[in-house]
């Protein structure tokens, strides 16, 4: 079964260093989403993408965050500065067409020292 | 602000016991209820909800949505060790062409042999 698949599972890195989480989603979907967890919390909605642009974001998606999707598979998130607060599991889900279930990866657990 | 809270928050049981996890919420733009299971990483879908009082159902897993008093329910009959995970609710939300999840906090269920 085709999965969403995210690169790598564990990311350290230090406070103020940017990074770039990788996801290659699910071939034939059209809408991509970025959530985060901070452990022992809800699984929170960061931004949605859909027809090569952003088409939500929340709160939490300031302007140290941007996404990419630089060539038709993969779909990025960077963190310009990171954070001690940045650090959470982040998982990338798409979505066939609206109202189908989104598929989440496995995620990257990204740790901010 | 949509909100969805589920109970109980965690939940031990016996190996063939049946249990029932709950979920109500509150959404401006209701799309559809989703439930999901998280092991030790993504979360993986079980049933999407979109009408009151039809039964979803996948082996021993069932699902039911209230839209009038805005809850539904997941049950697990003859529950099994690898039961055992956090079950998430979620509601769609979609505005206009947007379309995103608020999760619930989870609950938790330990299914000991």
């Known amino acids: 079964e085709p999965e969403v698949t995210q690169t790598p599972s564990h990311q350290v890195t230090q406070m103020g260093q940017e990074v770039i989480l990788r996801c290659v989603p699910i071939?034939?979907?059209?809408?991509f989403y970025w959530y985060r967890q901070i452990l022992g919390q809800k699984v929170e909605f960061l931004v949605s993408f859909y027809n090569n642009e952003i088409s939500e974001k929340s709160e939490i998606f300031d302007d140290q965050f941007s996404v990419e999707r630089p060539d038709g598979s993969n779909f990025t998130l960077k963190i310009r500065s990171t954070k001690l607060e940045d650090s959470a599991m982040y998982f990338c889900?798409?979505?066939?067409?609206?109202?189908?279930?989104?598929?989440f990866g496995n995620g990257t657990r990204l740790t901010v020292t | 602000e949509d909100k969805v809270v589920q109970s109980p928050l965690s939940l031990v049981v016996h190996e063939g016991d049946t249990v029932t996890l709950n979920c109500s919420y509150e959404v401006t733009n209701f799309r559809s209820l989703l439930w999901y299971k998280q092991e030790k990483k993504a979360p993986t879908f079980l049933f999407m909800l979109t009408s009151s009082g039809i039964e979803k159902k996948s082996g021993r897993l069932s699902s039911i949505l209230d839209k009038k008093e805005l809850f539904s329910i997941l049950n697990i009959t003859a529950t099994q060790t690898g039961d055992s995970a956090i079950y998430l609710c979620?509601?769609?939300?979609?505005?206009?062409?947007?379309?995103?999840?608020?999760f619930g906090k989870g609950t938790l269920l330990t299914v000991n042999p």
């Open positions: 979620a509601v769609a939300d979609s505005g206009g062409s947007n379309y995103k999840l608020t």
């Open positions: 071939s034939n979907h059209l809408y």
């Open positions: 889900a798409s979505m066939m067409q609206g109202h189908s279930p989104l598929h």
